[in-house]
C-alpha cells in the first residue's frame, strides 16, 4: 500500500513533465501536422541552459531558492524559445508545402545536429549540479517504509497544474488562441481572413518550446543531473504521451502524459524495471488498436 | 519585362545589413547559452566557463554568412526568374523519362561489379562499399513499405534486428550454416512484420508511425534484457562466416578451404571480396524482386493504396492484405539484410538496431526519393560516405551529417530523384508531375 501510494506520487510528478512536452508535439502536430522531432531536443537544451544558470547563480551567491529557479525558469523559457523558433524557422517554414515526409526528415536530422552541438559545446559527460530544492515530507510510514513527497515534486506538479491552466486560458480565450485554432482547422482560410500565419505557427513553436523549457528546468531541479541524450528518451515518451491522449488534443497530451509516468512507476515497482519501455509502448498499441485516434482525439472523418 | 522583375528584387544594401544584423542578434542568443558559456567539473562541483571569443566568431560568421547567402540567393533568383520568362516554352524536362538514368543504373551496376576487382589490395574501399549496399538493401526495403505502400514505418530497424539475431542464435546455439539460416530468418522477420502490421491496420499516419517506433522500442529493449537467448547488451559473438558453397575461408588446413580448392594462394581479401559480392547479388536480387512486384497486381494495390485508401476499398480491394503483405515483404528484405549484417560483422549487439538507425534508413528512402529504386542507391552513398569522409574531423561528422539532412531535405523536399514515374500510365502523353 505505502509502495503504490509511493508510486503514485513518483508517477505523477514524471507523469506532469512527460505532459508538459507533450503539448508541445501536440501543438505543432495540430498546426502543421508534423511530429517535430527536435522537440525532445530543444527540453535538453533547456535543461543545459538550467544547469548553465544554476552554476552561475551559485558563483554569484545568490541562495535564495525561490528567486534562483524563478531566474533559472525565466532565462531558460527565453532563450529556448528561440531555440524552438529557430528550428521552426530553419528546418521546417523552407518545407511547408512539400511532402508529407520532407519536414520529418528535416526533424531528424535538426535532431540529430541539435544533440551533437550540444555534445561538442557542452561536453558529452553527465553534469550533476549541486542540489537545489532538498528534503520534503514524510506522509506516512508503514512496516518501516516511509511513503515521502519530496519538495520538488510538489513544485513539479504546482508549475504544471498552473501552466496548464494558463495555457488553457490561453488558448481558449485569447485572440492568440483563436489564431491558433483557427490555423489548425484551415490554414488558407486563416490567412485569408487577415492572420498571419507564419507568425502564428512560429508563436506556436515558441511555446512548444516554452513549456519543454519549463520541463527541462524541473527534471533538472527533480534529478540533478543531464546529459546531451536526455532528449531522445523524453521526446519519445512525451510524443507517446501525445498520441495515446490523441494527438491534437490539450488535455488528451496532459492525460497521456500522467498515464506514461504512473505505467512506467508502477511497471517498474511491481513487473520489471527492463521491461518498462515494453509495457509503455504494449499499452499504446493496444490503446490505439480500440481507439485509433487516441483517449480524447477526435476520429479523423474523410469525405471523400 | 525581366528588366522589371529584377528591380522588384533588389533589395538596398541597408536592408541586407539589417537583415544580417537581426540574423546576427539571432545567433548571439542562440550562441550565449551554448557557445558563450559552459560548465566545467571541477572536483565533483561544476564550475563556469566562458568561450567569448569562440562566440564572437560564431556571431560574425553567421552575419557574413548571412549577407553573403542572401546576396547569392537574390542573385541566383533574378537570374532563374529571367531564365524561366525566357525559356518558359521548353519547361518541363523529364528528368526520370529521359534515358539517362537507365543509363546512370548501368554505370553504376558495372561501377559495384568492378569495384572489388580495381581496389582488391584496399580493404577500406571494399569494406565501405559493403556498408553502403547494406544500406542500399535496407533502403529497398524500406520502400517497399514506405515508398510503395506509404506506410511510415520508423521502427524498420526492428526487422533488421530479427534477421541478425535469428541468425546469431541459429548459427551459435544449433550450428547453423549461412544458407540454411537465411530463409528462415527472413521467414521469421516476415512474420515479425505481420505481427507489427496485425494491430495497426486501422492506424494511419503518424500514429502509425508511432506504433512502428515503439515496436522498434521494444524489439531492442526485449534484446537488451532477454540474456539467455540474446546475450543482453554483449550481444552474440563469434558468429561464423558465411563460406563459398561449403567453402570456408580459412588459411589452409585439412578440409578443402576456398583458396586451396581453386588453386590460389590464402588472402584476407578473399572473404572481403567475397562478402562484397555476396551483399551486391542479394541487393540486386532485392531490386529485381520489388521492381517486378511493382508490376504484379499486389504491387499496384500498394502503389494504389498509398494514393487513396478509400478509393482502394471501394474497388474491392483487400487493404487488410496489401498491408500485411507491404509489411511482411518489407520486413523480409530487412531481415536479409539482417543476417548478412551478422554474417559479416561476427558480433551482434543491440547497440547496432537503435532508433537512429531506423532514422537512417528512412533518411535514405526519403532522401533519395521515395519509390526511386535508383535514389536509394544515391542517397545511400552520400550517407554513408559523409560520415566516412568526415572521419578527420571526427567530432564534427554528426553534426555535418545532422545538417546535410536538413538542407538536402530544403534543396530537395521531393527527394534527389523526385520524379515518380508512375507503374501505369493513362495515355502516353499524359506526365505525372508530383
Known amino acids: 500500500m505505502a509502495l503504490a501510494l509511493q508510486q503514485l506520487i513518483n508517477g505523477l510528478t514524471l507523469g506532469a513533465v512527460y505532459g508538459l512536452i507533450a503539448i508541445g508535439y501536440t501543438m505543432v502536430y495540430g498546426i502543421i501536422g508534423m511530429i517535430n522531432f527536435a522537440h525532445g531536443d530543444i527540453y535538453m537544451v533547456s535543461a543545459f541552459i538550467a544547469v548553465t544558470v544554476f552554476t552561475l547563480l551559485a558563483t554569484f551567491g545568490i541562495s535564495s531558492i525561490p528567486l534562483s529557479l524563478l531566474l533559472v525558469l525565466l532565462v531558460a523559457v527565453l532563450f529556448t524559445s528561440v531555440y524552438g523558433w529557430t528550428v521552426e524557422r530553419t528546418a521546417y517554414r523552407p518545407l511547408r508545402g512539400s511532402t508529407r515526409l520532407a519536414p520529418l526528415i528535416s526533424a531528424i536530422g535538426m535532431s540529430i545536429f541539435l544533440q551533437n552541438m550540444v555534445q561538442l559545446t557542452q561536453g558529452a559527460r553527465v553534469k550533476p549540479i549541486a542540489p537545489v530544492l532538498v528534503g520534503g515530507i514524510d506522509l506516512l510510514t508503514v512496516d518501516g517504509f516511509t511513503v515521502r513527497l519530496a519538495y520538488s515534486q510538489i513544485l513539479i506538479v504546482l508549475v504544471t497544474i498552473a501552466l496548464m491552466a494558463g495555457f488553457t486560458w490561453l488558448i481558449t480565450r485569447t485572440s492568440f488562441g483563436r489564431q491558433q485554432r483557427s490555423c489548425e482547422q484551415d490554414r488558407t482560410m486563416t490567412a485569408l481572413l487577415g492572420i498571419n500565419v507564419d507568425r502564428t505557427i512560429s508563436l506556436t513553436f515558441m511555446l512548444g518550446a516554452a513549456l519543454a523549457a519549463v520541463a527541462g528546468v524541473m527534471v533538472t531541479v527533480y534529478y540533478g543531473v543531464v546529459d546531451f541524450f536526455i532528449g531522445f528518451v523524453a521526446g519519445i515518451k512525451a510524443f507517446t504521451a501525445a498520441v495515446l491522449g490523441g494527438i491534437g488534443s490539450l488535455p488528451g497530451a496532459m492525460l497521456g502524459g500522467l498515464l506514461i509516468g504512473l505505467i512506467e512507476a508502477f511497471w517498474a515497482a511491481y513487473l520489471s524495471a527492463e521491461y518498462k519501455d515494453v509495457a509503455t509502448f504494449s499499452i499504446l498499441i493496444l490503446v490505439l488498436m480500440f481507439r485509433p485516434s487516441g483517449l480524447l482525439g477526435r476520429p479523423e472523418v474523410e469525405k471523400v | ?434
Request: hydrophobic letters at 55%.
Open chain 2, 1 to 434: 519585362m525581366s528588366a522589371l522583375v529584377l528591380a522588384h528584387h533588389r533589395i538596398s544594401p541597408t536592408e541586407r545589413l539589417k537583415d544580417a544584423a537581426a540574423v546576427a542578434f539571432i545567433a548571439l542568443l542562440l550562441g550565449i547559452p551554448m557557445i558563450g558559456l559552459t560548465t566545467i567539473d571541477q572536483g565533483g562541483a561544476l564550475r563556469i566557463a566562458t568561450r567569448w571569443p569562440a562566440l564572437l566568431a560564431f556571431i560574425a560568421a553567421c552575419f557574413v554568412g548571412r549577407l553573403l547567402l542572401r546576396y547569392g540567393f537574390d542573385q541566383l533568383r533574378a537570374r532563374k526568374l529571367a531564365r524561366e520568362q525566357a525559356a518558359a516554352a521548353v519547361r518541363d524536362r523529364n528528368l526520370a523519362a529521359s534515358p539517362l538514368l537507365t543509363w546512370v543504373g548501368w554505370g553504376a551496376l558495372g561501377v559495384s561489379l568492378a569495384l572489388p576487382i580495381v581496389f582488391t589490395d584496399n580493404r577500406y574501399v571494399v569494406d565501405t562499399a559493403t556498408t553502403v549496399l547494406i544500406y542500399v538493401m535496407l533502403g529497398w526495403g524500406l520502400n517497399v513499405v514506405v515508398g510503395l505502400a506509404g506506410l511510415l514505418d520508423l521502427g524498420y530497424v526492428a526487422f533488421y534486428a530479427v534477421g541478425a539475431y535469428t541468425y546469431g542464435v541459429l548459427a551459435t546455439q544449433l550450428g547453423w550454416t549461412f544458407w540454411q539460416a537465411l530463409p528462415v530468418a527472413g521467414a521469421m522477420a516476415a512474420s515479425f512484420g505481420i505481427i507489427l502490421g496485425w494491430p495497426t491496420l486501422r492506424l494511419r499516419g503518424d500514429y502509425l508511425a508511432i506504433v512502428t517506433l515503439g515496436f522498434g522500442e521494444i524489439i531492442r529493449v526485449i534484446l537488451v534484457n532477454w540474456t539467455e537467448l540474446s546475450g543482453g547488451p554483449n550481444g552474440i559473438t563469434s558468429i561464423p562466416r558465411p563460406s563459398f558453397f561449403g567453402l570456408p575461408f580459412k588459411p589452409p588446413g585439412d578440409d578443402p578451404t576456398f583458396a586451396s580448392f581453386f588453386g590460389l594462394e590464402y588472402s584476407p581479401s578473399h572473404r572481403i571480396v567475397f562478402l562484397y559480392y555476396l551483399i551486391l547479388a542479394l541487393a540486386l536480387l532485392t531490386n529485381l524482386f520489388v521492381s517486378r512486384m511493382r508490376k504484379l497486381p499486389i504491387g499496384r494495390a500498394w502503389e494504389a493504396m498509398r494514393e487513396d485508401e478509400i478509393a482502394c476499398k471501394a474497388m474491392g480491394i483487400n487493404a487488410r492484405n496489401v498491408k500485411l503483405s507491404a509489411f511482411a515483404i518489407g520486413a523480409m528484405l530487412g531481415g536479409f539484410a539482417g543476417v548478412f549484417f551478422a554474417a559479416r560483422q561476427g558480433f551482434i549487439s543491440p547497440e547496432s538496431f537503435t532508433f537512429n538507425e531506423s532514422a537512417i534508413i528512412l533518411a535514405i528512402v526519403v532522401l533519395g526519393g521515395m519509390g526511386s529504386q535508383l535514389g536509394v542507391v544515391l542517397a545511400s552513398l552520400v550517407l554513408v560516405l559523409l560520415p566516412e569522409l568526415g572521419r578527420d574531423f571526427a567530432e564534427y561528422r554528426m553534426l555535418l551529417f545532422g545538417t546535410a539532412m536538413i538542407l538536402i531535405m530544403i534543396w530537395k523536399p521531393g527527394g534527389i530523384l523526385a520524379h515518380r514515374e508512375p507503374t501505369l500510365r493513362y495515355l502516353a502523353t499524359t506526365g505525372d508531375k508530383r
